[in-house]
């Protein structure tokens, strides 16, 4: 049992990033019995891949070590605990992201597009990472080039310091939210064994047969058929874009206002 003494004296866990572990791992840090033909890459790399795949309620030690044949106790070579491993995880998929150049001379509203759509495709892609964002401090090496890139970018679009960090939040967290949702929908989806415009169906169709929902029904149906789009897909692009554009045009109208 442990005590509450104990708990007290035992510092709170922060980051990989911040523990000394990140640097741990790879051929320089073999030896005394270390298994060969394993490195921290490859073990983050199929980690991602177990994650997409499986998501995490799935995910485990045991399962990792299966998949990449070895024992459990070989991972634990390169990674202290489960947390530090989904920890590197999430900044590996972060380097997925391409990052607009700074001195490019582009646009901020075409840089802010891009981050925005690339941070969506991101979180659709691999559904297991927006929960996680909340759990770690996320500063690892891809995921700060991402944030300051976004800093970098609002601070080119005039608005006063004091509302730029509103500005981050007002997109990114629109984005993590919307992007958060759509990769449901899509998982959804595929654990149903269809695709994304029968799921649809079936479920408004559901929606539609019950009577409590039938007064507002008709003119919800209405709205949704004037967004426009044949598709699910076409559907949450004109949203997303829709929603984007607003953002953008709030932005400008903050700078004007000064």
């Known amino acids: 049992m442990v005590r509450a003494a104990d708990r007290a004296e035992r510092p709170a866990r922060t980051s990989v990033w911040l523990e000394g572990k990140a640097a741990r791992g790879g051929a320089a840090a073999r030896g005394g019995g270390q298994p060969t033909g ?13 994650l997409d795949a499986e998501g995490m ?25 489960k947390d ?3 920890e590197l ?12 150049e700074p001195e490019s001379g582009e646009d901020w509203r075409d840089q802010l597009r891009s981050l925005a759509g690339g941070y969506r495709a991101l979180l ?5 990472v927006s929960p996680l964002m909340g759990t770690f401090l996320n500063i690892g ?19 006063p310091p004091h509302g730029q960090t509103g500005a981050v939040s007002a997109v990114f967290q629109f984005v993590y939210g919307f992007g958060t949702i759509e990769g449901h929908f ?3 989806s595929a654990s149903a064994g269809v695709s994304q415009d029968e799921y649809y169906r079936q479920a408004m169709g559901a929606i539609g047969e019950q ?26 692009e004109r949203d997303f874009r829709f929603a984007l554009e607003t953002l953008i045009a709030g932005i400008e109208a903050m700078v004007e206002r000064g």
Do not use: C
């Open 38 to 50: 394993l490195d921290r890459e490859r073990i983050t790399e199929v980690t991602v891949r177990l």
């Open 57 to 81: 309620a799935r995910f485990s030690m045991r399962r990792l070590a299966a998949e990449l044949n070895v024992t459990a106790m070989s991972v634990y070579w390169y990674v202290d605990t």
């Open 84 to 86: 530090d491993l989904l």
């Open 89 to 100: 995880a999430l900044d590996a998929v972060y380097g997925e992201l391409e990052l607009p």
């Open 124 to 128: 659709v892609r691999h559904p297991w």
């Open 141 to 159: 090496p891809h995921s700060m080039a991402f944030s300051f890139r976004v800093q970098k970018v609002v601070r080119g679009t005039g608005l």
């Open 186 to 188: 899509v998982q959804r």
């Open 211 to 236: 009577p409590q929902f039938a007064a507002h029904f008709e003119s919800f149906a209405d709205l949704l058929g004037a967004r426009g789009g044949d598709t699910v897909e076409e559907m949450r």
